[in-house]
C-alpha cells in the first residue's frame, strides 16, 4: 500500500506545480479512481489506471457494505454473487442488491458454478433467485476449479466443461434476455481452452499483468486485477475491476447491455 501512496502523493504535487512533462503524464496518468490496494502489484505498463471506470465485486464475506459510501469513492459498477451451485443463496445478496440500486449503482449478479450440480439446474436455481430487473447489468457466470473442496472433489473434461457452459449461458440469457459474462482465472482458461468459445463476454483475473499478456489473444470487456484491494465503503479486502473502454464506451455499453 505504501508504493501506492507514494504514487497519489507524487501525482498530487505534480497537478500543484501545474502539470507534469508529457513523459510522465503518460506515467502517471489518468482519471480513473485510485483505489487503495493492500498487496499492490507493482505494476509497471499497461497498468489498470489506463482504464478510467473502474468497479467493485461483492459477497457475504465483505460483510455489511456502505453503498452510498462506494458509489461516491468512484465506483461505477459492482457484481454481487446471488448464488451457488443448485441450492446455495448468498445470505447478503437480497440487501446488497436493493442497496445498491438505492445508492445509484449500476449493478448485476454472479453465479459460482458447481462441478456436481447440472448447468441446467444451476440456471434455474439463478433464475430463481435473481429479478429480471430493468436497469440491471448482464448476468456473470464464474467459473473456478473448486476441485480440493471435500463436497465435490468432481474435475470434468475441457469438453465436458465447455458443453455445460453452454448450457447455462443459453439458459440464462434467454430468460434475462442478455449474453451473460463469464468470469474466469488463468488457470481455468487455459485447462479448457475457453478462447474456443464464440461470442462469450469475458471477465478476467490477472492480478500480476496485463490481460493482454495472461490472455494473449482474448478479447475481454472486464479485468480484476487485485483481489485486495481497499475501498470506501467496504471492510477489509476488496476485488476491484476495470472496465475495457472509455467513459464515453462506459456508456454507450451500458445503454445497450441493460435489461
Known sequence: MRALMLALSAAAALAACGGPAPEASRAVATTAPRFLDHEPHD???????HYPVHGVDVSKW??????PRVRASGASFAF?????????LDERFAGNWAAARAAGMPRGAYHFYYFC???AEQAAWFIRHVPRERGALPPVLDME????SRACPY????????REMAVYLAMVGRHYGQQPIVYVPPDFYRDNDL????????????VAGHPSA??????????????TGAVPGIRGEADINAFRGTPGEWRAWLSRHTI
Open 43 to 49: 505494476w509497471t505498463e499497461r497498468t489498470p489506471w
Open 62 to 67: 465483505q460483510g455489511a457494505i456502505d453503498w
Open 80 to 88: 454481487i454473487k446471488a448464488t451457488e451451485g443448485g441450492d446455495h
Open 117 to 119: 450440480r447440472p448447468a
Open 145 to 148: 476449479w473448486n476441485h480440493q
Open 155 to 162: 474435475r470434468p473434461d475441457a469438453a465436458t466443461v465447455r
Open 195 to 206: 478462447g474456443r468459445m464464440q461470442g462469450v463476454t469475458f471477465w478476467l483475473r490477472s
Open 214 to 227: 495472461v490472455f494473449p489473444g482474448q478479447d475481454w470487456r472486464f479485468w480484476q486485477y487485485t483481489g
